[in-house]
């Protein structure tokens, strides 16, 4: 490969990184809580009865960035991206076996042991292949059939406002941004 077209490919990746990081303060002005594109996070999952209250519960601990709804050898379980930097792993195994949402948890295939069990979270079988997501129509339960349902929100913005939607709709409307809220407002 010729000296120039090296040259001109180097400078791509930086292009690719002043759009993020535009595109990360508009977010920011528009008062969208700031989740950045490629957030450090870990994947974790916590089976329970129930993974809409899962993914409710779970949305609400600081430091979750997205939820999802699925299947693991027959168990209902919710998987979850957080920032370690944010929560760890044992704070959010604590608060999720707190909520009730934390019968067992599955680690990523080739994770290190954990000391979870001291908490009362028994390990379950590795988040591996065998997972299977939950149909779209039981993502984000507690989002149907309210108002809120007719927005185009982001992963992460769907898994807050779900978290919050039921039990504190003003928090909720916190994750939205202003054009979202003039949107709603627009539809009462």
């Known amino acids: ?3 120039a077209r090296r040259l001109r490919l180097k ?3 930086m292009k690719i990184i002043s759009l993020l990081t535009l595109l990360g303060t508009v977010t920011l002005a528009l008062g969208q809580p700031a989740v950045p594109a490629r957030a450090n996070t870990e994947r974790v999952a916590f089976s ?3 993974f809409w209250t899962g993914e409710m519960m779970l949305g609400q601990i600081d430091g979750v960035v997205r939820t999802e709804a699925g299947f693991l050898e027959g168990r209902e379980i919710t998987v979850v991206d957080y920032d370690p930097a944010r929560v760890s792993l044992r704070d959010l195994a604590r608060r999720a076996k707190a909520a009730g949402v ?8 080739g994770a290190a042991r954990s000391d979870l069990a001291t908490l009362g979270v028994k390990e379950g079988v590795p988040l591996d292949r065998s997972y299977r997501a939950a149909p779209a129509s039981d993502q984000k339960k507690q989002i149907e059939g309210t108002p809120l ?4 929100l982001t992963p992460e913005q769907a898994t807050k406002v779900n ?3 039921r039990q504190d709709p003003a928090k909720a409307l916190d994750w939205l941004t202003p054009a979202q809220r003039e949107q709603l407002q627009a539809r009462k």
């Open 163 to 165: 978290a919050f939607a």
């Open 1 to 3: 490969m010729g000296t």
């Open 11 to 13: 400078r791509y990746p």
């Open 149 to 152: 349902a007719r927005l185009q």
């Open 48 to 50: 329970q009865h129930c």
């Open 102 to 109: 934390a019968e067992r948890v599955h680690l990523p295939v």
